[in-house]
């Protein structure tokens, strides 16, 4: 077929989309061989194109998009080497570097983040010049350093290192989508020099001193909570809400508001194009010579960059106003009917520029809901109209009314339905309340706080009195706000957590969800849906039903850094946790972020036996969050208990749930649990006197020892046991032989001592360890006594979470990772 040669916007899109997902999750290709596949199509397709052969070419386009996709974030995964990078100073000995704030400091948490664009490495006198970003986080806030500043910084450097079980986050792979490669920490201030400022353009210094002067203003007119919102919602900074206020919004289904997003810049756009209509319409000759509309929508777009400079510029805030402006484009050249084009363009500039933005959350619930308003919301109102002659009326000041109601709730019902599988895989959520708290809100923050905020901070430069009226009705409407959310958030099961949801679950919820707006188009439309709504109750009866069937014993080793987590899985679905993982410091909740979203992944919502070998923080802190959010059978501890706030805490929660509770020791019965026989080895029967004078250390040999044997297969668990506990294990007429072994302590030099391990002599050694933890550990000298044992060891800070299968006569051992070595 001949003639002028056009490319599908929509195909390409998706074909480009494909490979960028395909590019991410598929084998690594060289980025040479990316590119030399890009050009060789590339090549094929400008060939094809001086032929005039329009139709193959486009076949070859799809291939030339797939590949773009592919070389586009394998840039970011695995970036073209540097003839300098700062990498290779990383694990080294502290280092001096130099290098220049690139981005506005983020506070958050008691902690200053400083993106730095590395310059030089100095060593002995002598300047390295080096390329490539570094992520420094410093203690405390220091509100002296600003973009442009020029550091000099003594530091050792790491490569980025988060947890990786199966559904987690994946803290590399976020930081290398950023460029990032290379973090650091300070906890010293003299570790930190600045050495001069305004090593940045003068434009984004002055947009920077501009958005200084608006944070100022806020800190100083607004209430604390009040600015922290302000702050959110004109600059981009979420660093001063409250943890406690946070988790509200995500209780009553409203998160996103804190957040930058479409919502917020849509509701500017829409305001600021009615206003610039409603004064180009004063005049009777504009209204003559000019397309208003057109002109209105020309007159918004400045209002919507000038937010997004406020705003910062950051990623998510620029996705967003390309999404806006697109659709006021399609204004401006007559293509408001093709509204989905337009939403296909916007997102296809989007990933052109930022390939990454494909797996950023925010990206993905904005062109959903988008995506679902525009597609449903039209469809559904035909049927409506067809069916409902109210909406044929005469449109009387009243039916507009009812009839604005009537679309706000469908337009949310449809934006929530829509997102609701993505909200359930990325943060395992779902708002009961959200529907109703979403139509109040979102109006109540889009309307009036935001468009508050915004006129302040920007009359806060010319006209002061009046910017400080504004921020005070402002403030009297944010804490109006937040006590509403409060109120919306104590409802008891306002919110519940949920399993993640499979590829296959969502694909099959969303073809529910459009047919939906088909149903009134035949039998065959309503037979397809009621069939597929039997896939999913036998979905949801197969993942119910499907340990029942389970035969073999599975033990997985969570990584959970430094500290030690492990769900057991016994024959006929049994599930058994032992300890939660756990930081010593409040920063990051393990049993939240961690474990919950690997048992949520593994659709585990129930924990039979839920266990603490002893209450250490490392052992102890994550399991408040599942105690709290799991169904719990049963708890069992090693009986010892100290006054810490986290073990008091969980106690609270056990007695709340009225869950059984049991301490064992080494005269406890033999446990039978659908054929595995656990025995109770340690500690011993202490008197309540010997109970509270027990020290640190002493905790750690109280630590529950147990001994799991399948038919021929045995497992030794050992908590934190130290020399002292394995000498008296060593006394006591036991067998200790064991094919594998939980290694004691995190292969603490004080533990796995050679007579132990003699009588052990296990096959494999399962480490529990976290990387740069402060112990140094596993001790090299353990790992000695291993190898020589010839005892396979494998490292949850190397390996990721350690997957054990034994059917009772074979032991197969699976990781999540590959080993770095």
Not at 540 to 552: I, M, T
Not at 789 to 803: K, P, Q, V
């Amino acid at each position: 077929m001949h003639g002028t040669f056009r490319l599908p916007l929509i195909p390409i899109f998706l074909i480009y989309t494909l490979g960028i997902a395909f590019g991410h999750v598929g084998p690594h290709l060289p980025i040479q061989e990316s590119m030399l596949f890009l050009l060789l199509f590339l090549g094929g397709w400008a060939f094809l194109l001086t032929l005039k052969k329009t139709r193959t070419g486009s076949w070859v386009a799809f291939f030339v998009f797939f590949f773009l996709g592919i070389f586009s974030i394998q840039l970011y995964l695995h970036p073209p080497p540097s003839p300098s990078p700062i990498t290779r100073f990383i694990d080294l000995d502290r280092v001096s570097l130099e290098g220049i704030i690139d981005r506005p400091t983020e506070r958050f948490q008691g902690r200053t983040q400083l993106l730095i664009r590395s310059q030089k490495v100095i060593q002995s006198n002598h300047h390295i010049p080096v390329r490539g970003f570094i992520l420094i986080f410093l203690k405390g806030y220091d509100h002296e350093l600003k973009l442009g500043d020029r550091l000099r910084i003594l530091c050792k450097l790491f490569p980025p290192h988060g947890f990786h079980n199966p559904g987690g986050f994946s803290y590399e792979r976020h930081l290398a989508f950023k460029r990032i490669h290379t973090i650091g920490f300070l906890c010293e201030e003299k570790s930190l020099v600045k050495t001069g400022e305004g090593y940045k353009h003068s434009f984004h210094l002055q947009m920077e001193h501009w958005r200084d002067q608006i944070r100022q203003f806020l800190e100083r007119e607004a209430s604390p909570l009040s600015s922290g919102i302000a702050k959110a919602l004109v600059l981009g900074e979420q660093g001063d809400i409250p943890e406690e206020i946070k988790e509200q919004f995500i209780v009553t289904g409203i998160a996103h508001l804190l957040a930058i997003s479409g919502d917020h810049l849509g509701i500017v756009a829409f305001l600021s194009f009615s206003l610039m209509s409603w004064i180009l319409k004063r005049s009777e000759y504009l209204l003559l010579t000019l397309n208003i509309k057109k002109w209105a929508a020309t007159l918004t777009i400045p209002s919507l960059l000038l937010y997004t400079l406020i705003a910062g510029g950051g990623i998510s805030v620029i996705r967003a106003t390309i999404m806006v402006i697109t659709f006021f484009f399609s204004i401006l050249f007559q293509r408001e009917r093709n509204l989905l084009h337009a939403l296909a363009l916007a997102a296809f500039l989007i990933l052109l520029a930022s390939p990454p933005s494909l797996f950023d959350v925010s990206f993905q619930l904005s062109f959903i809901a988008v995506l679902s308003i525009l597609y449903l919301v039209p469809r559904i109102l035909h049927q409506l109209k067809r069916e409902d002659s109210f909406l044929l009326t005469k449109p009387s000041w009243k039916n507009k009314m009812i009839r604005y109601i009537m679309l706000s709730l469908l337009v949310t019902g449809v934006a929530i339905w829509g997102t609701a599988p993505l909200v359930a895989f990325h943060f395992n959520r779902f708002s009961v309340i959200g529907f109703f708290t979403n139509l109040l809100f979102i109006p109540w923050v889009g309307f009036f706080i935001v468009p508050l905020n915004l006129l302040a901070s920007l009359f806060s430069f010319f006209f002061y009195p009046f910017a400080t009226l504004l921020i005070q009705l402002s403030d009297w409407m944010t804490l109006a706000l937040l006590k509403l959310v409060a109120f919306f958030a104590s409802i008891p099961y306002a919110s519940f957590y949920i399993s993640t949801p499979t590829l296959f679950e969502m694909i099959l919820f969303y073809l529910l969800l459009v047919l939906t707006a088909y149903l009134k188009k035949g039998k065959k439309v309503r037979y397809l849906f009621i069939g597929l709504c039997a896939v999913f109750i036998l979905n949801l009866a197969f993942w119910n039903l499907k340990d029942l069937f389970q035969k073999d014993l599975r033990l997985t080793f969570i990584d959970v850094g430094h500290g030690d987590s492990m769900l057991i899985e016994f024959p006929r679905g049994k599930k058994m946790l032992i300890d939660g993982g756990g930081r010593f410091d409040d920063r990051f909740d393990i049993g939240k972020n961690v474990v919950g979203p690997f048992l949520w992944k593994k659709k585990i919502r129930r924990i039979d036996t839920l266990i603490l070998t002893h209450p250490d923080p490392d052992h102890l802190k994550g399991l408040n969050f599942i105690a709290s959010h799991f169904s719990i059978g049963q708890f069992w501890d090693n009986g010892f208990q100290v006054e810490s706030e986290p073990s008091l805490q969980l106690r609270n929660i056990l007695a709340e749930r009225k869950i059984k509770t049991q301490s064992l020791n080494d005269e406890t019965p033999l446990q039978i649990i659908h054929g595995v026989e656990i025995s109770i080895l340690n500690p011993p029967l202490w008197k309540p006197t010997q109970k509270a004078a027990k020290n640190f250390l002493g905790l750690n040999n109280a630590s529950l020892v147990m001994k799991l044997r399948f038919k021929n297969i045995s497992v030794l668990l050992t908590g934190d046991i130290e020399s002292e506990a394995e000498a008296r294990l060593l006394r006591k007429d036991v067998s200790l032989k064991a094919d594998i072994l939980k290694v004691p302590h995190h292969g603490s030099s004080s533990s796995s001592s050679p007579p132990f391990l003699e009588r052990v002599r296990p096959t494999y050694a399962i480490l529990s360890v976290g990387k740069r933890n402060l112990g140094k550990l596993p001790h090299p000298e353990v790992l000695r006594r291993y190898g020589q044992l010839g005892s396979s060891i494998f490292r949850t800070d190397e390996h990721g979470a350690i997957m054990v299968r034994t059917d009772g006569k074979n032991i197969k051992v699976d990781t999540f990772r590959k080993a770095e070595f």
